[in-house]
């Protein structure tokens, strides 16, 4: 059973540029959400999409911006990256409707570095 | 916005030693969920609590779910060598409708097993 698997797991990136990151959620689950974690930090909650729609936005700018696909795989982009947004970026997946909705299957990550 | 505070930030411990960590928010949680992070990998999930004064046991690790729905604990019995890694507490309020998300983590508490 695959769980949650995100790409590239690593990047480097220089200012002004743009990112995409990309997340295959848990099999049977239909929710992704996504969440940045700075280093010595908890995760920050970015978006989450269901039914590739955002459902729910943290305090992130405009420039995060998500997609969401009918298989329920998706997708985090960063346009005009600044030096703050490198960190480790995760994918979590769940299900909407199981009591188990409120736990969250992550992903090892993407390390991203902007130069 | 809602904030954890975890404590300690980080614990050096004997091998067989207990631990207790703990974590409390600014306002109330549905749900309160412990993870545990290793280097290059995303959080794994310890033990979910659903209900106030709730108490539950995973194997050496025991948390409860504080009766003001604030805060929460995580005590680790005999601890062992591959106890090392970063703890995390995090809280969630149900969204609306049938999407549930947004958690909210606390900054991490690093522990350290010496053999």
């Known amino acids: 059973d695959a769980g949650v698997t995100q790409s590239p797991t690593h990047l480097i990136k220089t200012r002004g540029q743009q990112v995409t990151l990309r997340c295959s959620p848990k099999s049977g689950h239909d929710t992704v959400s996504w969440y940045q974690q700075a280093l010595g930090q908890g995760p920050q909650f970015i978006f989450q999409y269901y039914e590739e729609e955002e459902r729910q936005r943290g305090n992130f700018p405009d420039r995060f911006s998500g997609h969401q696909f009918p298989n329920y795989s998706s997708e985090l982009n960063v346009n005009a990256l600044l030096l703050g947004d490198s960190a480790l970026y995760l994918c979590a997946s769940s299900l909407v409707g199981s009591r188990g909705a409120n736990v969250l299957t992550f992903g090892a990550g993407s390390r991203l570095t902007v130069l | 916005g809602q904030q954890l505070n975890q404590s300690p930030q980080s614990m050096f411990i004997q091998e067989g030693e207990d631990v207790s960590m703990n974590c409390t ?15 290059g990998e995303g959080p794994v999930l310890l033990i979910a609590l659903y209900k106030a004064g709730e108490l539950t046991s995973n194997g050496r690790l025991t948390a409860q779910f504080g009766i003001t729905r604030k805060d ?24 609306g409708g049938t999407s549930y998300g947004k958690l909210t983590f606390g900054q991490g508490t690093i522990l350290t097993v010496h053999p």
């Open chain 2, 25 to 39: 928010s600014s306002s109330i949680f549905n749900t309160w969920l412990w993870y545990k992070q290793d280097p």
């Open chain 2, 72 to 95: 929460s604990f995580l005590n680790i019995s005999a601890s062992i060598p591959s106890d090392v890694g970063i703890y995390f507490c995090a809280g969630q309020l149900k969204a």
